[in-house]
Nanobody, 123 residues
Protein backbone atom coordinates (compact mmCIF):
# COMPACT_ATOMS: atom_id res chain seq x y z
CA UNK A 1 0.00 0.00 0.00
CA UNK A 2 1.33 3.42 -0.99
CA UNK A 3 -0.10 6.70 0.27
CA UNK A 4 0.65 9.96 -1.50
CA UNK A 5 0.27 13.42 0.04
CA UNK A 6 0.61 16.53 -2.12
CA UNK A 7 1.50 19.98 -0.84
CA UNK A 8 2.72 23.31 -2.17
CA UNK A 9 -0.33 24.53 -4.02
CA UNK A 10 -1.64 28.05 -3.67
CA UNK A 11 -2.36 31.35 -5.39
CA UNK A 12 0.30 32.91 -7.63
CA UNK A 13 0.37 35.64 -10.23
CA UNK A 14 0.88 34.85 -13.89
CA UNK A 15 4.57 34.51 -14.66
CA UNK A 16 5.35 33.28 -11.16
CA UNK A 17 6.52 29.90 -9.89
CA UNK A 18 5.38 27.19 -7.50
CA UNK A 19 6.87 23.89 -6.44
CA UNK A 20 4.55 21.03 -5.63
CA UNK A 21 5.67 18.15 -3.44
CA UNK A 22 4.29 14.64 -3.23
CA UNK A 23 5.43 12.59 -0.25
CA UNK A 24 5.05 8.83 -0.60
CA UNK A 25 4.60 6.61 2.46
CA UNK A 26 5.90 3.66 0.52
CA UNK A 27 7.82 3.27 -2.67
CA UNK A 28 7.04 1.90 -6.06
CA UNK A 29 9.82 1.38 -8.55
CA UNK A 30 7.61 2.19 -11.48
CA UNK A 31 6.30 5.48 -12.76
CA UNK A 32 5.39 8.64 -10.88
CA UNK A 33 3.15 11.13 -12.58
CA UNK A 34 1.49 14.49 -12.14
CA UNK A 35 -1.96 15.21 -13.53
CA UNK A 36 -4.28 18.18 -13.23
CA UNK A 37 -8.00 18.71 -13.49
CA UNK A 38 -9.81 22.00 -13.97
CA UNK A 39 -13.56 22.34 -13.31
CA UNK A 40 -15.61 20.75 -16.08
CA UNK A 41 -12.56 19.26 -17.79
CA UNK A 42 -10.99 15.83 -17.95
CA UNK A 43 -7.91 14.94 -15.98
CA UNK A 44 -4.90 16.05 -18.00
CA UNK A 45 -1.39 14.57 -18.10
CA UNK A 46 1.26 17.00 -16.89
CA UNK A 47 4.49 15.07 -16.33
CA UNK A 48 5.88 11.64 -15.52
CA UNK A 49 9.15 9.99 -14.65
CA UNK A 50 10.23 6.46 -13.92
CA UNK A 51 11.89 5.87 -10.56
CA UNK A 52 15.70 6.01 -10.73
CA UNK A 53 15.72 6.50 -14.50
CA UNK A 54 16.45 10.19 -14.92
CA UNK A 55 14.02 10.23 -17.84
CA UNK A 56 11.01 12.54 -17.82
CA UNK A 57 7.98 13.10 -20.02
CA UNK A 58 5.78 16.17 -20.28
CA UNK A 59 2.46 17.22 -21.66
CA UNK A 60 2.65 19.64 -24.57
CA UNK A 61 1.04 22.48 -22.64
CA UNK A 62 3.73 22.49 -19.93
CA UNK A 63 6.84 21.43 -21.84
CA UNK A 64 9.70 23.84 -21.20
CA UNK A 65 8.00 25.39 -18.15
CA UNK A 66 7.50 22.50 -15.70
CA UNK A 67 10.06 20.04 -14.33
CA UNK A 68 9.41 16.76 -12.55
CA UNK A 69 12.01 15.30 -10.23
CA UNK A 70 12.20 12.39 -7.80
CA UNK A 71 14.17 12.45 -4.55
CA UNK A 72 14.74 8.76 -3.95
CA UNK A 73 16.15 9.26 -0.46
CA UNK A 74 13.10 11.21 0.69
CA UNK A 75 10.50 9.22 -1.31
CA UNK A 76 9.25 12.55 -2.61
CA UNK A 77 8.28 13.68 -6.09
CA UNK A 78 8.41 17.34 -7.03
CA UNK A 79 6.85 19.41 -9.76
CA UNK A 80 8.61 22.72 -10.33
CA UNK A 81 6.26 25.03 -12.20
CA UNK A 82 7.71 28.17 -13.79
CA UNK A 83 6.22 30.91 -16.00
CA UNK A 84 2.76 29.98 -14.79
CA UNK A 85 -0.28 30.96 -16.83
CA UNK A 86 -3.93 31.38 -15.77
CA UNK A 87 -4.77 28.27 -17.81
CA UNK A 88 -2.52 26.26 -15.47
CA UNK A 89 -5.10 26.74 -12.71
CA UNK A 90 -6.40 23.34 -11.59
CA UNK A 91 -6.26 20.73 -8.88
CA UNK A 92 -2.94 18.92 -9.25
CA UNK A 93 -2.65 15.24 -8.40
CA UNK A 94 0.35 13.00 -8.08
CA UNK A 95 0.11 9.31 -8.81
CA UNK A 96 2.26 6.23 -8.95
CA UNK A 97 2.20 2.69 -10.27
CA UNK A 98 4.44 -0.37 -9.86
CA UNK A 99 4.43 -0.77 -13.65
CA UNK A 100 7.79 0.02 -15.24
CA UNK A 101 6.42 0.72 -18.70
CA UNK A 102 3.13 1.59 -20.30
CA UNK A 103 0.88 4.49 -21.13
CA UNK A 104 2.39 6.87 -18.59
CA UNK A 105 0.29 9.75 -19.99
CA UNK A 106 -3.01 8.02 -19.14
CA UNK A 107 -4.62 8.31 -15.68
CA UNK A 108 -5.71 4.68 -16.03
CA UNK A 109 -2.06 3.58 -15.91
CA UNK A 110 -1.69 4.69 -12.30
CA UNK A 111 -2.76 2.75 -9.24
CA UNK A 112 -2.20 5.09 -6.30
CA UNK A 113 -3.35 8.71 -6.15
CA UNK A 114 -2.94 11.63 -3.80
CA UNK A 115 -5.81 13.83 -2.65
CA UNK A 116 -4.82 16.78 -4.83
CA UNK A 117 -3.66 20.34 -4.22
CA UNK A 118 -5.20 23.48 -5.71
CA UNK A 119 -3.14 25.77 -7.90
CA UNK A 120 -4.65 29.10 -8.90
CA UNK A 121 -2.87 31.48 -11.26
CA UNK A 122 -4.23 35.01 -11.41
CA UNK A 123 -3.88 37.19 -14.50
Amino acid sequence: QVQLVESGGGLVQAGGSLRLSCAASGRTVGFYGWFRQAPGKEREFVAASKWNSGVSYYGDSVKGRFTISIDNARNTVYLQMDRLKPEDSAVYYCATTPSVWGTYYSPHFYFYWGQGTQVTVSS
